[in-house]
């Protein structure tokens, strides 16, 4: 039988479950660490997201960061950006 290894979004799921339960952070951290061994997310990861979940917000999908790579979807911008980096190659030769 192969091991299970949980996903980031199935943790989460049972992180926001157990702080549902009123379990505290550290308790939780202890229950998953018994259960999912060396794949439980770290003690500070689970007060990192228990703190969300006191804010209210039990949207348990990345949030995309501020300092992320913008995602451009116009391919005419895009490729100019590619023809500028290229061109700057260039001069530094």
């Given amino acids: 039988m192969s091991e299970f290894i949980p996903k980031k979004q199935h943790l ?3 992180l926001l479950h157990y702080f ?11 229950l998953f660490v018994d259960i999912y061994g060396e794949h439980a997310p770290s003690k500070t990861s689970c007060k990192e997201w228990f703190r ?3 804010s209210g917000d039990f949207d348990v999908r990345d949030k995309e960061c501020e300092g992320a ?16 980096s290229c061109s700057l190659d260039r001069q530094k030769s």
């Fill in 12 to 14: 989460r799921k049972v």
């Fill in 20 to 30: 549902i339960l009123k379990k505290s952070a550290a308790e939780t951290h202890r």
């Fill in 52 to 54: 969300r979940f006191n």
């Fill in 69 to 84: 790579p913008k995602k451009f979807e116009d391919a005419e911008l895009q490729a100019l950006l590619e023809e500028d």
